[in-house]
């Protein structure tokens, strides 16, 4: 089983400055992927930067960049310039796949994001 | 194009009760899971079904069950609620099974329990 840990519950920065939200994940899999989603208050899952587990090169999406550390486990998210809009929880999630489709996604427990204005 | 659609955004039961709740997928998907989300437990995977066949199922008990129909709509079941069942409940649905799928979220189910 694959477990997917957030060890900061909140943080809390200042508009325009840059926040890394850290993950760390344990499994046994070599083939997998791994998420960050976003859930602002209306409860919508929203996907916001998805990585391969095969490719090593780090995902970027606009503002949002990760630092993917395949032999240590890590999976953290850079938020650049940041913005109001970005308050939000924020889940690591893991999803492996085999031969003929993926399986569920593992969250961690979150991380609430605040940006002050 | 619309959303991932699930209806009612809220719902109070009582304990021993049965519950049904719906999620429309976004338009050619046709792989639906469902997810609870509990302050306590977090984000838990409950089950997929793809082409009206269950695929994948979390560690949930067997009071939890779903279908999906021939539209690709899914309904999902708790029958002899219990207190703890209370929770978010939400759906996502993406176009296949592949390797390259993105999920799509609904806005969730708020079911509480009395």
């Known amino acids: 089983a694959q477990t997917v840990t957030q060890s900061q519950p909140e943080m809390s920065v200042q508009e325009a400055e840059t926040v890394t939200l850290s993950c760390t994940y344990d499994?046994?899999?070599?083939?997998?992927?791994l998420f960050w989603y976003k859930q602002p208050p209306s409860r919508q899952m929203i996907l916001v930067i998805r990585?391969?587990?095969?490719?090593?090169q780090n995902a970027t999406e606009n503002r949002f960049s990760v630092n993917f550390q395949k032999a240590a486990k890590s999976f953290s998210l850079k938020i650049s310039d940041s913005q109001l809009g970005d308050t939000a929880m924020y889940f690591c999630?893991?999803?492996?796949?085999?031969?003929?489709?993926?399986?569920?996604?593992?969250f961690g427990k979150g991380t609430h994001l605040i940006i002050q204005p | 194009k619309a959303g991932v659609t699930q209806t009612p955004r809220y719902l109070i039961k009582t304990r021993g009760q049965q519950v049904t709740l719906s999620c429309s997928p976004i338009?050619?998907?046709?792989?639906v899971s469902w997810y609870q989300q509990t302050p306590g437990q977090g984000l838990q995977f409950l089950f997929e079904?793809?082409?009206?066949?269950?695929?994948n199922k979390g560690n949930f008990p067997g009071r939890f069950s779903g279908r999906q129909f021939s539209n690709s709509r899914s309904e999902m079941n708790v029958s002899t609620l219990e207190l703890g069942d209370s929770a978010l409940y939400l759906c996502?649905?993406?176009?296949?099974?592949?390797?390259?799928?993105?999920?799509?979220f609904g806005s969730g189910t708020q079911l509480s329990v009395l």
């Open positions: 338009s050619g998907h046709r792989s």
């Open positions: 079904y793809f082409s009206e066949t269950q695929r």
């Open positions: 990585q391969e587990a095969y490719k090593q």
């Open positions: 996502a649905s993406s176009q296949g099974r592949g390797r390259n799928e993105k999920l799509f």
């Open positions: 499994t046994s899999e070599n083939n997998y992927y």
């Open positions: 999630a893991f999803m492996k796949h085999e031969g003929g489709g993926a399986d569920g996604l593992t």
